[in-house]
């Protein structure tokens, strides 16, 4: 991960030609917060005196000029070019004043006489008591009406041209100086972690202690639990390569997923300017929602956009997916995807579409989401096992393997709470299609079992293959479409009461209780002397002969099976005419 981000931030500064300065300094005004300058400015002929408060609008070409440089805490930053994010006062104490202290101290061997004695002039003018409180003053009065953002600065008028700190070699030199002394307080010979280059290397650079990894087995090669100063050092020229890649890819390769932040980072097979150009082009090209895909489908979601790119590019190049948590201080990675082909991408949204467009789940508008915020019922203040959501989705990208047990048990307890308050539909069909998904891709464990399908229901089994693979399942699935039958029917004749739900004992049901199941129902029917579902209940009887005692499945999956033919049950395939024309 940390190479791709590299190597789009050294094409992008080889062509750009930007100057060393040009890689430190930030935009003050990146997010539009901040539009008003507040212009501390001074007189400089022979002497340096303060001449007062100027506000001029911000403008994005100047950005060298106004040199900002945070530094991290609430002291000064590596020039005197601050956000005003609080109190006015506040912030010209803490940011300025701090700067100036500083110089008071000392000043660096890189200076010369001229610039030691101008430096020493700028600290001591701001520094006097009077002038500090006009300065304070001054501000006040003039920013008492604006309520934008506000950026504080330094410029310089000498015979009637105004220069700001950007247009003075000595503020240049000196935030340069330290940027690297930051970095020289951990210097030494050594093997640079990105270029290999056996060469002076940095290690507190601030820009990799803030990652860390959440899901250590998510991460390709047994990646570090975190970035620490001793295993991994740079060089200065991939520290800025690294520092202008990580600028890019905030500003461009931010992308969502089913609610979840990511970063796609594009990774080239081998280099090529001409290729890095036109991924990149693709990859921050803008999304408007007329934009469609191959097809001419129009884009749905923002996931789309996701294959709109893909389409567009082949596997000369592997996607980088970091998966982050934007709530956490520095940055908490939750899955980490390397080696990504746009092919797979390609052909992970081909399959969920085609499963989307099944009649069951396209009349009742079910998608495939990974079960993304599945786990969460009513009440729940956080969903169970959110963790599971990157689960599936690295199996999905990746090809791992998912336990089939595992996930019907999380699935069952889920089905299960709802099933007390029938509110389980959109839950079984969402628990559905995440199995026949990875069916499809061959990814589930435990499959197997010889495919015999019923002449009953020939065609709805056949479209479902993959997941009725055995008698038993198909047996289960049509017991739960009889039940259903017989609770619609009570509900109907009794007064929307469903007395015979206490027989399927919250889906916790043992094989005994399913075996008991179907002479139970029917003769419920018979009681009633109401229609008895002829062919749905020798179907049963068939499936379950089929299966005799190879009962070798777990009772999560027998309960899905069953509450999944229960919301089956008003599907065209288990609809007698009556039914249809009611």
């Known amino acids: 991960m940390i190479e791709g981000i590299k190597e789009i931030g050294e094409y992008l500064l080889s062509i750009s030609g930007k100057s060393a300065l040009a890689v430190e300094i930030e935009d003050p005004n990146a997010k539009g917060n901040y539009p008003k300058m507040v212009k501390i400015g001074f007189s400089y002929e022979r002497e340096l005196s303060y001449r007062g408060v100027f506000i001029e609008d911000y ?40 700067w100036c202290k500083n110089y008071c101290k000392g000043q660096p061997n890189i200076l010369n006489e001229n610039e030691k004695y101008f430096l020493t002039l700028l600290t001591s003018v701001v520094l006097d008591n009077d002038n500090r409180k006009k300065i304070i003053s001054d501000i006040k009065e003039k920013t ?30 000196l935030l340069l100086y330290e940027k690297q002394a930051k970095y020289v307080s951990h210097s030494g010979q050594g093997v640079c972690s990105l270029c290999g280059k056996e060469t002076e290397v940095f290690g507190d650079t601030g820009i990799l202690k803030t990652y860390t990894i959440d899901k250590l087995g998510f991460v390709s090669g047994g990646a570090l639990k975190e970035f620490t100063l001793k295993n991994f050092p740079l060089c ?35 280099p090529d300017d001409t290729l890095m150009e036109q991924t990149l082009d693709i990859v921050t090209e803008k999304y408007e929602k007329a934009q469609t895909l191959k097809n001419g489908r129009v884009i749905a979601n923002e996931e789309e956009r996701l294959l709109w790119k893909t389409e567009k590019l082949g596997d000369q190049i592997s996607f980088i997916f970091e998966f982050y948590d934007p709530r956490e201080r520095g940055e908490k990675i939750l899955l980490l995807m390397e080696d990504v082909l746009p092919s797979k991408i390609t052909h992970i949204f081909k399959l969920k579409r ?49 336990n089939k047990e595992h ?89 929307g009461a469903k007395p015979f739900r206490k027989n399927l004992k919250g889906l916790r049901m043992a094989k005994k209780d399913f075996k008991g199941l179907l002479p139970k129902i029917q003769g419920k029917f018979m009681e009633y002397d109401a229609y008895d ?15 005799g005692n190879d009962w070798d499945i777990g009772e999560d999956e027998l309960n899905f099976c069953f509450v999944l033919g229960m919301n089956f049950a008003g599907e065209k395939p288990f609809k007698t005419k009556k039914e249809e024309e009611s």
């Open 407 to 495: 996930l019907l048990n999380l699935s069952m307890q889920i089905l299960r709470q709802l099933f007390v308050g029938e509110m389980e539909h959109t839950a079984t069909l969402r628990a559905f299609i995440t199995l026949l998904f990875y069916q499809k891709l061959g990814l589930l464990k435990n499959e197997g079992g010889e495919i015999m399908i019923s002449e009953s229901y020939l065609e709805f089994f056949k479209t479902y293959e993959g997941f009725f693979n055995t008698p038993l399942k198909r047996a289960i699935f049509l017991l739960g479409v009889f039940a259903e039958k017989l609770l619609n029917y009570q509900w109907t004749k009794r007064g």
């Open 533 to 547: 579902y002829p062919e749905i209940r020798e179907a049963i009887s068939h499936h379950f002969l089929q299966a």
């Open 144 to 173: 008492r009406d604006i309520r934008e953002g506000k950026i504080m600065t330094f410029t310089f008028t000498k015979k009637g041209e105004e220069l700001y700190l950007g247009d003075v070699e000595l503020f240049r030199n």
């Open 59 to 98: 403008k994005k070409e100047n950005k060298t000029k106004y040199l900002y440089a945070k530094r991290g805490g609430s002291g000064a930053n590596f020039s005197p070019t601050a956000l005003v994010t609080d109190d006015v006062t506040k912030t010209f104490n803490n940011r300025i004043i701090k």
């Open 236 to 270: 200065f020229d991939c520290l800025q390569n690294l520092r202008e890649g990580i600028t890019f890819r905030d500003q461009n390769l931010n992308y969502g997923f089913y609610g979840h932040r990511y970063y796609l980072i594009p990774k080239l097979a081998v």
């Open 354 to 402: 085609e499963l989307e467009q099944l009649p069951v789940f396209q009349n009742n508008k079910i998608q495939f989401d990974f079960l993304n915020n599945f786990f969460r019922v009513p009440g729940d203040k956080q969903p169970k096992h959110k963790d599971y959501f990157f689960t599936l989705v690295n199996a999905a990208f990746k090809g791992s393997l998912i």
